[in-house]
């Protein structure tokens, strides 16, 4: 009778456990067992360290639980929690709910061998998204496999030739197409040719710094070289090498343009360089039409240096490979284009955005931007990867735009393209890229939760790791204005900041100045002072600002 009541009731009890009862008798007894052995181990030795860990890359979670449906949901739910190398069930989580999930498996597993799941129609109304379109998008199986990472050897003599795509969809156009380009960022001439445009040396040694100060911050730290090294080349991209355009000066009287909106004809050599389009930008002071060719090729790009985000992420992705990083062109259904770097200190891959200057913040769109995602494609040399999962945490509502190609179809072209390109690739080569898909998978179906103003940024992060990206601030001193004589006879306090000077000015105070606006506040949270200089423009990010100024001080007001 137990286990018939679990079974009509089991979707809403735990909607992970509702979708581990739909795998067949088999893959449920054999995954139910290791997740009793799990939770038990925790309530018998609850102290033990060892216990609360399950390490990501453990053949026993990969070949056993990884692949079940449903079965790391139970984990999540039980309270475990997504490391960097492993799953953790930390000293705050509820053993209480620990035990409640593993008792709800335990009286499915017990029904089932004695025969009486036959009655069991389990709900799955509350059944969780993240989990039901991952398995389409990925392969457990090595010859299949759908992330691999380019190597630094350049260009193959004979690169593996990707099969047709034949379907009249965009996204199959578009498979086809990022597939044959990514192998441009492996020619070695190439690659030569954006190093002698980097800062090398220059951004080695801000690196060290920064890794310096960050490591007396956080003495554990496991980050490496190459990490920082990254945030410095993405710094020195966007700040020093690579223009933003929207209007472009005419070039025969040196006037604003306007973009008619309209695409002009290649000619051979925008042609040659990839420019399949052309905008037409009209100056109406000279009469005079300016072509703006979308060059494609990143050589040209080196060149040019400047562009919108197509530009921006193929020229960055190219400079990430001369460096020596393992990178992946990053394609966005709603319009936008990234990069992927896989960091080994970190063993995942990081989000870098050279348009904005950002790294590891995956969220920055959905929840930043409000992009309303479908669609999210990596491509290497090695691999395609489906990672739409890694920039959302509205599953079900993604699920429901991905109506552009079924998803079977999406699958069996994604592995038949990997298999093609894998061909050559070591047995070695092989086992290390299916540890990265176990830890990419587990990192897909985690749970995220944003808070307002972290713009989908890592709280989990070590404190290097966000000291590095700019999360928090270094030795910086809180700020308190104490009214002068003046001031207090006025009965005024009276402040204004310059936010193009960026300066403070005391009016009250015989407009006393104070240079930079973190001089000049008590506490700060999620704030920073953006210039874009390709647009001219001074911005002040505020979703959370706790002002200088301590309450007592608006006495003045009332």
Known sequence: ?????????????????????????????????????????????????????????????????????GAVECLFEMGFEEGETHLIFPKKASVEQLQKIRDLIAIERSSRLDGSNTSHKVELSQQPATSTQLPTTQSSN????????????????????????????????????????????????????????????????????????????????????????????????????????????????????????????????????????????????????????????????LETRCGRCGEWANCFTLCCRALGFEARYVWDYTDHVWTEVFSPSQQRWLHCDACEDVCDKPLLYEIGWGKKLSYVIAFSKDEVVDVTWRYSCKHEE??????????????????????QMQISLSENRRKELLQRIIVELVEFISPKTPKPGELGGRISGSVAWRVARGEMGLERKETMFIPSENEKISKQLHLCYNIVKDRYVRVSNNNQTISGWENGVWKIESIFRKIEADWNMIKLFAPIMIFLVPLKLFWKQN
Request: net charge neutral.
């Open 398 to 419: 993604v699920i429901s735009r991905r109506t552009e190609i079924k998803e079977e179809v999406l699958r069996e072209t994604i592995n038949g393209l990997n298999k």
């Open 142 to 301: 090595p010859d299949g496999l759908t992330q691999h990472a380019g190597n630094s050897e350049g260009q193959p003599s004979n690169p593996p030739s990707a099969p047709m795509v034949t379907a009249d969809s965009v996204i199959l156009k578009v498979l086809q197409s990022n597939v044959q380009h990514v192998l441009v960022y492996e020619n070695l001439a190439l690659q030569h040719k954006a190093l002698a445009c980097i800062p090398v040396e220059e951004l080695k040694r801000r690196s060290q710094e920064k890794l310096s100060r960050a490591r007396k911050l956080d003495k554990g730290t496991n980050l490496s070289d190459e990490d920082f090294l990254l945030l410095e080349l993405l710094h020195w991209f966007k700040e020093e090498f690579f223009q933003w355009v929207n209007g472009i000066l005419c070039n025969k009287c040196g006037g604003q343009t306007k973009s008619r909106g309209e695409a002009l004809y290649p000619n051979d050599d925008e042609l040659k360089w990839g420019a399949n389009r052309v905008e037409d930008h009209y100056c109406d002071a000279c009469q005079f039409s300016n072509r703006f060719p979308r060059y494609n090729n990143p050589e040209k790009l």
């Open 1 to 69: 009778m137990a286990a018939a009541a679990l079974g009509s009731s089991s979707g809403s009890a735990s909607p992970a456990v509702a979708e581990l009862c739909q795998n067949t008798p088999e893959t449920f007894l054999e995954a139910s067992k290791l997740l009793l052995t799990y939770a038990d181990n925790i309530l018998r030795n609850p102290n033990d360290e060892k216990y609360r860990s399950i390490r990501i890359g453990n053949t026993a979670f990969s070949t056993r639980l990884l692949p079940v449906r």
